[in-house]
């Protein structure tokens, strides 16, 4: 039986127009660690000795030495790993064990990177909140055209978008048109 | 000082007649520019009507837009900017604006007065609905929609500030200026498209140079500054709570432009200052509603912005000093004791009566009646105006106004420049910011003498869009009307699209007077959204046509495309129906199809849509003991086992199987319909029912791609795909296993041996990045078994077939008894739900109960929605036994099958009783049998 090949959302996307430029990202795991009951400190502690940096503050998200970890609810976090390994949380759990709940989430998100120039004159058409007065170290989960995303601000006008998989498409079907209103005028 | 480029001409047409005019103009000011004075016919009386102003105050001239087959009704051609190739008609007449045979109306005025419909029109009844409104709309009203969809586009968007400034006029440049200034970030909404407001209309001096000086460098500073931002043609429509403002932006009037016409924002602001100015109102005097009368404001903002003079004899009619910079050759201040007694002039003013008996040939007769500060939109935080007798005006009620909300310049009541100035800068210096200098100006004091309408048996207009006059208002006083709020609907004052701008005071103040009341007394009529008319597109967005909302998309969707699906919405998600294959003559072919092969070797069908939830921590078994009315904290790790789930108030609400893989982690399966209900019910119950359980949810639903693979060859089938080391056989996997295993050499899989169909099942789920490859590869492998994918309509068919409740039987009106699965609620423990499923109505012995149903005739199909009734009974509501729920035709049994509710159901096995259907007329005679058409004893998911 020959090996199933893995896709990506969003086929390799990579779309440059006046001002903007999406592209999927692509080579990391998303795995959610939600802290067991009482286990905070140990947790932090463990997440230190683990992955090296602080844990992020609600709406926030901080760099390890295997990529980035956000805050996406209470007691909950989605950390970026660089490793490509589709069973990151199992290979993860053990220093974990009884102090967080490990999920991977790789393949329900779709991540596409914005940027360029014209990036807040998109997004504000498309994301509720005030992007052009976050600082380059906030994410939060939050909604676009109906779909509940994940917005995490990268650079000064770089953000990474992650939709759910199966809304991928529709997704981008609504963030180019509202790509072409913006540049049309 | 005309603002428009006289070296850009303008092509446009007017009712098809070609025109021309400059960059800067509106339509309006192109069209007296051109000598067409006459605009539109009045709503009722088809009066021929020219502009009586210049803005968004103006009542008369409201146009059509066209495009390519579409029109655009009632725009203001005094806020349209003129475009190359504008088509604009007039509206509300018949044939022509110059001759509207509707028109009368007008002689027979006398019997069209306020409420006139409702007393005429009431014999006989049915008509009016039918007959006289439909004719009353035809020949009465304002513009027609097409009915067409609209081929433009929309957005929204949403913005964020420190303080939202709503208007560009002096007060609103002078605050935006010393919030810029001050660092805050600021939005300037001026609903015109240039910023100026009265200055680009007034000879105003400011610093000792013209107003306009200082209009542009304030606009050169803001526009400096990257923390200001100034939305052109942008008109705050509405507040609403939490500090949201709704503003339209239009980015054009042209229908057919590519790109957003229009942009709803939606802002966020800390605080605004409206600065919306105020609009000058008429004098309500006879005929005043002549082409050439209007507001001595309209007469200078077209003389001095645009450069176009509205007349060659121009009268001025005035009760306060502000009107006094009219270019005019006659001056009649009623402050004198003179004032208008009536007009001549049809289709355009020719003259004007005094009431010493003068007569003065003028075609143009600029009045002021004094000035309505725009407080709309204190009214929208429930502010109440209140009257200011040295103004003659209401103003904003600053005691009952948020603090949120200030209010500068002429919205206040400072008319004279220097009062907007030092109205500006006292609310800089209240909000805390740098009021910088004071602009110099000069000026007289404002000086008002109320005078609203001149007495007479002729007609005096007061709502010019709607055609109401004094009389009119009188008449509903007569009547018994005298609420402002009651003669705001008895006559229609205020309404449509200017919103009583010019004529809500004057309107007031007769209405005052017949009362004998003060105008304080009297009050005002509470103003709500929408300020200006939005369009409902605008509301719309983007979110029309392919946009109007997302989709989901399975991980076999593209597969299942490329082989004859068809797919059905599930909620958001688009599911594979059923697939159709060459030779195929209908749907029934292709589900039949595919459920024999299921049934006879194997089909596969992707579950992915099914509600996936992760439960982690050492209280999920507790936590489901819970939400379930089984038990699951002594399922064993490796095994699933279906539950259901209740409602607080004891109803069911969602079933489907959880899977335990370890000590900590279960698996749950939810319904394709309930995933995001059920997950937040949990979620609810984890951190408020049970705050202290150490609980973890997380979906997982995108997370994998699941397919069920059904069929007496599933095993084998899948044989092929697990790797070796995980043995699936019968005895090492049983019915109900589950297992973390890997397949196609490695790849990452969880197996759960489930049915849905009533065959030997398993579900197979990898990571999503998988989904394609793996039924590529399940269908690949199935070849030698002749496998199919097979869609929902399969599914349904089959568990229709096995007797499985799905949503028709969840119907939110069932409980654990009626599904036939009262044995199921443990005895031995609480649950969500379970006390109130008790209750004396919902456990009655002869309540409803799950049955299967046959025709008994098994040429007749069933149909979905019968009503039972007993063989002998009457047909009526009275004797309504149950219904059907759902109904199939039965590939395996080669008849039709159903699943119902009927009353004592359990007991009634064999009963014979009619599936009465009026909806269909079609009623069939039906034997009551067991649910479980197919392998009842379950034999078939042990094998």
Same mark, same amino acid.
């Given at each position: 039986?020959?090996k199933?090949l893995a896709q990506t959302p969003f086929?390799g996307l990579e779309?440059?127009?006046?001002?903007?430029k999406l592209k999927e990202i692509s080579g990391f795991e998303i795995v959610s660690l939600a802290v067991a009951k009482g286990q905070s400190n140990a947790f932090a502690k463990t997440f230190r000795k683990q992955f090296g940096g602080n844990l992020p503050e609600p709406g926030n998200w901080t760099t390890t030495k295997t990529g980035k970890i956000l805050w996406t609810g209470q007691s909950q976090y989605f950390l970026f790993s660089d490793e490509v390994d589709e069973r990151l949380d199992k290979t993860l759990q053990a220093p974990f064990s009884d102090i967080a709940y490990l999920t991977l989430q790789t393949d329900g998100w779709a991540p596409l990177e914005i940027s360029g120039?014209?990036t807040?004159?998109?997004l504000?058409?498309?994301i509720?909140l005030?992007l052009?007065a976050w600082e380059i170290r906030q994410g939060t989960r939050t909604?676009?055209?109906?779909?509940g995303v994940i917005v995490i601000k990268t650079g000064a006008e770089t953000y990474q978008l992650l939709a759910p998989t199966?809304?991928s498409?529709?997704?981008?079907?609504?963030?180019?048109?509202?790509?072409?209103?913006?540049?049309?005028? | 000082?005309?603002?428009?480029?006289?070296?850009?001409?303008?092509?446009?047409?007017?009712?098809?007649?070609?025109?021309?005019?400059?960059?800067?103009?509106?339509?309006?000011?192109?069209?007296?520019?051109?000598?067409? @004075?006459?605009?539109?016919?009045?709503?009722?009386?088809?009066?021929?009507?020219?502009?009586?102003?210049?803005?968004?105050?103006?009542?008369?001239?409201?146009?059509?837009?066209?495009?390519?087959?579409?029109?655009?009704?009632?725009?203001?051609?005094?806020?349209?900017? !003129?475009?190359?190739?504008?088509?604009? +008609?007039?509206?509300?007449?018949?044939?022509?604006?110059?001759?509207?045979?509707?028109?009368?109306?007008?002689?027979?005025?006398?019997?069209?007065?306020?409420?006139?419909?409702?007393?005429?029109?009431?014999?006989?009844?049915?008509?009016?609905?039918?007959?006289?409104?439909?004719?009353?709309?035809?020949?009465?009203?304002?513009?027609?929609?097409?009915?067409?969809?609209?081929?433009?586009?929309?957005?929204?968007?949403?913005?964020?500030?420190?303080?939202?400034?709503?208007?560009?006029?002096? %007060?609103?440049?002078?605050?935006? $200026?010393? *919030?810029?200034?001050?660092?805050?970030?600021?939005?300037?909404?001026?609903?015109?498209?240039?910023?100026?407001?009265?200055?680009?209309?007034?000879?105003?001096?400011?610093?000792?140079?013209?107003? $306009?000086?200082?209009?542009?460098?304030?606009?050169?500073?803001?526009?400096?500054?990257?923390?200001?931002?100034?939305?052109?043609?942008?008109?705050?429509?509405?507040?609403?709570?939490?500090?949201?403002? /709704?503003?339209?932006?239009?980015?054009?009037?042209?229908?057919?432009?590519?790109?957003?016409?229009?942009?709803?924002?939606?802002?966020? *602001?800390?605080?605004?200052?409206?600065?919306?100015? &105020?609009?000058?109102?008429?004098?309500?005097?006879?005929?005043?509603?002549?082409?050439?009368?209007?507001?001595?404001?309209?007469?200078?903002?077209?003389?001095?912005?645009? =450069?176009?003079?509205? /007349?060659?004899?121009?009268?001025?009619?005035?009760?306060?000093?502000?009107?006094?910079?009219?270019?005019?050759?006659?001056?009649?201040?009623?402050?004198?004791?003179?004032?208008?007694?009536?007009?001549?002039?049809?289709?355009? !003013?020719?003259?004007?009566?005094?009431?010493?008996?003068?007569?003065?040939?003028?075609?143009?007769?600029?009045?002021?009646?004094?000035?309505?500060?725009?407080?709309?939109?204190?009214?929208?935080?429930?502010?109440?105006?209140?009257?200011?007798?040295?103004?003659?005006?209401?103003?904003?009620?600053?005691?009952?106004?948020?603090?949120?909300?200030?209010?500068?310049?002429?919205?206040?009541?400072?008319?004279?420049?220097?009062?907007?100035?030092?109205? *500006?800068?006292?609310?800089?210096?209240?909000?805390?910011?740098?009021?910088?200098?004071?602009?110099?100006?000069?000026?007289?004091?404002?000086?008002?003498?109320?005078?609203?309408?001149?007495?007479?048996?002729?007609?005096?207009?007061?709502?010019?869009?709607?055609?109401?006059?004094?009389?009119?208002?009188?008449?509903?006083?007569?009547?018994?009307?005298?609420?402002?709020?009651?003669?705001?609907?008895?006559?229609?004052?205020?309404?449509?699209?200017?919103?009583?701008?010019?004529?809500?005071?004057?309107?007031?103040?007769?209405?005052?007077?017949?009362?004998?009341?003060?105008?304080?007394?009297?009050?005002?009529?509470?103003?709500?959204?929408?300020?200006?008319?939005?369009?409902?597109? &605008?509301?719309? =967005?983007?979110?029309?046509?392919?946009?109007?909302?997302?989709?989901?998309?399975?991980?076999?969707?593209?597969?299942?495309?490329?082989?004859?699906?068809?797919?059905?919405?599930?909620?958001?998600?688009?599911?594979?129906?059923?697939?159709?294959?060459?030779?195929?003559?209908?749907?029934?072919?292709?589900?039949?199809?595919?459920?024999?092969?299921?049934?006879?070797?194997?089909?596969?069908?992707?579950?992915?849509?099914?509600?996936?939830?992760d439960?982690q921590g050492q209280?999920?078994?507790?936590?489901?003991?819970?939400?379930?009315?089984?038990?699951?904290?002594?399922?064993?790790?490796?095994?699933?086992?279906?539950?259901?789930?209740?409602?607080?108030?004891?109803?069911?609400?969602?079933?489907?199987?959880?899977?335990?893989l370890s000590?900590s982690h279960?698996?749950?399966?939810?319904?394709?319909?309930?995933?995001?209900?059920?997950?937040?019910?949990?979620?609810?119950?984890?951190?408020?029912?049970?705050?202290?359980?150490d609980?973890h949810l997380i979906s997982t639903?995108e997370q994998w791609?699941?397919?069920?693979?059904?069929?007496?060859?599933?095993?084998?089938?899948?044989?092929?795909?697990?790797?070796?080391?995980?043995?699936?056989?019968?005895?090492?996997?049983?019915?109900? %296993?589950?297992?973390n295993?890997t397949?196609?050499?490695g790849t990452r899989?969880?197996?759960?041996?489930?049915?849905?169909?009533?065959?030997?099942?398993?579900?197979?789920?990898v990571p999503r990045r998988y989904?394609?490859?793996?039924?590529?590869?399940?269908?690949?492998?199935?070849?030698?078994?002749?496998?199919?994918?097979?869609?929902?309509?399969? $599914?349904?068919?089959?568990?229709?077939?096995?007797?499985?409740? *799905?949503?028709?039987?969840?119907?939110?009106?069932?409980?654990?008894?009626?599904?036939? $699965?009262?044995?199921?609620?443990?005895?031995? @423990?609480?649950?969500? =739900? +379970?006390?109130?499923?008790?209750?004396?109505?919902?456990?009655?012995?002869?309540?409803?109960?799950?049955?299967?149903?046959?025709?008994?005739?098994?040429?007749?199909?069933?149909?979905?929605?019968?009503?039972?009734?007993?063989?002998?009974?009457?047909?009526?509501?009275?004797?309504?036994?149950?219904?059907?729920?759902?109904?199939?035709?039965?590939?395996?049994?080669?008849?039709?099958? =159903?699943?119902?509710?009927?009353?004592?159901?359990?007991?009634?096995? /064999?009963?014979?009783?009619?599936?009465?259907?009026?909806?269909?007329?079609?009623?069939?005679?039906?034997?009551?049998?067991?649910?479980?058409?197919?392998?009842?004893?379950?034999?078939?998911?042990?094998?």
């Amino acid at each position: 039986m020959s090996k199933l090949l893995a896709q990506t959302p969003f086929g390799g996307l990579e779309k440059t127009f006046d001002g903007i430029k999406l592209k999927e990202i692509s080579g990391f795991e998303i795995v959610s660690l939600a802290v067991a009951k009482g286990q905070s400190n140990a947790f932090a502690k463990t997440f230190r000795k683990q992955f090296g940096g602080n844990l992020p503050e609600p709406g926030n998200w901080t760099t390890t030495k295997t990529g980035k970890i956000l805050w996406t609810g209470q007691s909950q976090y989605f950390l970026f790993s660089d490793e490509v390994d589709e069973r990151l949380d199992k290979t993860l759990q053990a220093p974990f064990s009884d102090i967080a709940y490990l999920t991977l989430q790789t393949d329900g998100w779709a991540p596409l990177e914005i940027s360029g120039p014209k990036t807040h004159d998109v997004l504000e058409r498309f994301i509720p909140l005030d992007l052009r007065a976050w600082e380059i170290r906030q994410g939060t989960r939050t909604s676009a055209h109906h779909i509940g995303v994940i917005v995490i601000k990268t650079g000064a006008e770089t953000y990474q978008l992650l939709a759910p998989t199966s809304s991928s498409k529709t997704f981008l079907e609504a963030l180019d048109h509202i790509i072409e209103n913006v540049l049309s005028v | 000082m005309s603002l428009v480029d006289e070296t850009q001409k303008l092509n446009f047409t007017f009712d098809g007649k070609a025109y021309q005019g400059h960059a800067g103009d509106t339509l309006a000011s192109a069209l007296l520019r051109s000598g067409v @004075k006459l605009v539109g016919r009045s709503f009722k009386y088809h009066r021929p009507r020219g502009f009586l102003g210049a803005g968004t105050d103006d009542p008369n001239g409201l146009v059509e837009i066209h495009g390519k087959d579409v029109c655009e009704p009632n725009r203001q051609a005094t806020t349209i900017k !003129l475009f190359e190739g504008l088509d604009a +008609k007039s509206q509300n007449r018949s044939p022509s604006l110059g001759f509207d045979v509707l028109a009368i109306n007008d002689w027979l005025s006398p019997f069209l007065s306020a409420g006139f419909y409702y007393k005429t029109f009431m014999w006989p009844k049915a008509f009016w609905e039918k007959v006289y409104e439909p004719a009353i709309r035809r020949a009465a009203g304002l513009g027609r929609l097409i009915q067409e969809p609209d081929p433009d586009h929309y957005d929204k968007g949403f913005l964020h500030c420190d303080l939202l400034i709503i208007g560009g006029g002096p %007060a609103g440049l002078m605050t935006a $200026l010393n *919030a810029g200034r001050s660092g805050k970030r600021v939005i300037l909404a001026n609903d015109d498209f240039e910023l100026g407001g009265r200055l680009l209309s007034d000879p105003i001096e400011i610093d000792d140079a013209p107003a $306009l000086d200082w209009v542009s460098k304030t606009i050169v500073e803001l526009r400096s500054m990257d923390h200001v931002r100034v939305l052109d043609r942008t008109s705050v429509y509405g507040v609403f709570d939490h500090g949201i403002y /709704g503003a339209l932006e239009t980015k054009t009037d042209k229908i057919g432009a590519p790109g957003a016409r229009m942009v709803l924002w939606k802002i966020y *602001a800390k605080s605004s200052v409206l600065a919306a100015g &105020a609009t000058e109102r008429p004098i309500a005097f006879p005929n005043n509603d002549r082409p050439g009368i209007m507001l001595a404001s309209a007469v200078r903002t077209f003389q001095n912005r645009f =450069g176009v003079n509205c /007349g060659n004899a121009t009268t001025l009619f005035f009760n306060n000093n502000n009107a006094l910079s009219t270019i005019s050759d006659v001056q009649i201040d009623v402050r004198s004791g003179r004032y208008v007694i009536d007009t001549s002039g049809r289709k355009a !003013l020719n003259s004007i009566t005094l009431n010493d008996g003068t007569e003065i040939s003028t075609d143009c007769l600029a009045m002021s009646g004094g000035w309505n500060p725009n407080v709309h939109l204190t009214c929208h935080k429930r502010s109440r105006p209140v009257w200011n007798e040295e103004r003659a005006c209401f103003l904003p009620d600053t005691a009952t106004l948020p603090p949120e909300m200030i209010v500068v310049g002429a919205a206040n009541g400072a008319f004279t420049i220097s009062e907007v100035f030092e109205s *500006a800068v006292t609310a800089s210096i209240a909000m805390d910011l740098n009021p910088g200098k004071t602009p110099k100006t000069q000026g007289p004091n404002f000086e008002i003498q109320p005078f609203w309408h001149v007495k007479s048996k002729k007609r005096s207009w007061v709502d010019f869009q709607n055609d109401v006059t004094s009389k009119d208002i009188t008449l509903a006083h007569q009547e018994g009307f005298s609420s402002v709020e009651h003669l705001k609907r008895y006559t229609t004052l205020g309404m449509a699209t200017d919103q009583g701008r010019t004529s809500n005071v004057v309107g007031l103040a007769v209405l005052a007077e017949a009362t004998g009341k003060t105008i304080a007394e009297t009050g005002t009529t509470m103003f709500r959204p929408p300020y200006t008319p939005v369009p409902l597109g &605008a509301f719309a =967005g983007a979110h029309k046509g392919q946009h109007f909302k997302p989709t989901r998309l399975t991980p076999s969707h593209r597969y299942a495309a490329e082989n004859g699906a068809v797919f059905v919405e599930s909620g958001y998600w688009k599911r594979t129906q059923w697939l159709q294959r060459p030779g195929e003559q209908g749907w029934r072919d292709s589900v039949d199809r595919e459920v024999v092969t299921t049934r006879s070797s194997v089909g596969i069908c992707d579950v992915s849509t099914l509600g996936k939830i992760d439960i982690q921590g050492q209280d999920s078994g507790k936590f489901l003991n819970k939400v379930y009315v089984n038990t699951f904290s002594t399922l064993k790790p490796g095994r699933c086992r279906y539950g259901l789930m209740l409602r607080e108030d004891g109803i069911a609400m969602d079933d489907g199987t959880s899977a335990r893989l370890s000590d900590s982690h279960y698996v749950m399966t939810t319904t394709t319909a309930n995933a995001v209900s059920v997950f937040r019910h949990l979620e609810f119950a984890r951190q408020c029912l049970f705050p202290d359980m150490d609980v973890h949810l997380i979906s997982t639903t995108e997370q994998w791609a699941q397919y069920s693979i059904a069929g007496p060859n599933a095993r084998r089938l899948l044989q092929k795909l697990v790797d070796q080391e995980h043995d699936i056989s019968n005895e090492a996997f049983p019915y109900m %296993a589950c297992a973390n295993i890997t397949v196609c050499g490695g790849t990452r899989a969880r197996l759960f041996r489930l049915s849905f169909s009533g065959e030997l099942a398993y579900e197979l789920a990898v990571p999503r990045r998988y989904g394609d490859a793996l039924i590529r590869a399940l269908m690949k492998e199935g070849e030698e078994f002749g496998a199919c994918l097979y869609g929902t309509e399969a $599914l349904g068919a089959m568990r229709i077939e096995k007797g499985h409740a *799905a949503g028709n039987e969840l119907n939110g009106q069932t409980t654990a008894t009626h599904l036939g $699965l009262g044995g199921f609620v443990s005895k031995k @423990k609480d649950c969500i =739900g +379970k006390v109130l499923s008790q209750r004396e109505g919902l456990i009655d012995d002869n309540g409803l109960r799950l049955v299967g149903l046959k025709s008994v005739d098994p040429n007749q199909n069933l149909t979905n929605g019968a009503h039972f009734i007993n063989d002998n009974d009457p047909r009526i509501a009275e004797h309504d036994q149950g219904h059907m729920s759902s109904v199939a035709w039965s590939p395996e049994l080669h008849c039709y099958v =159903g699943l119902g509710f009927l009353k004592g159901g359990d007991k009634r096995m /064999g009963d014979e009783l009619w599936a009465v259907d009026f909806v269909r007329d079609h009623h069939v005679k039906v034997k009551v049998v067991s649910p479980h058409f197919v392998d009842p004893d379950g034999e078939r998911l042990r094998v």
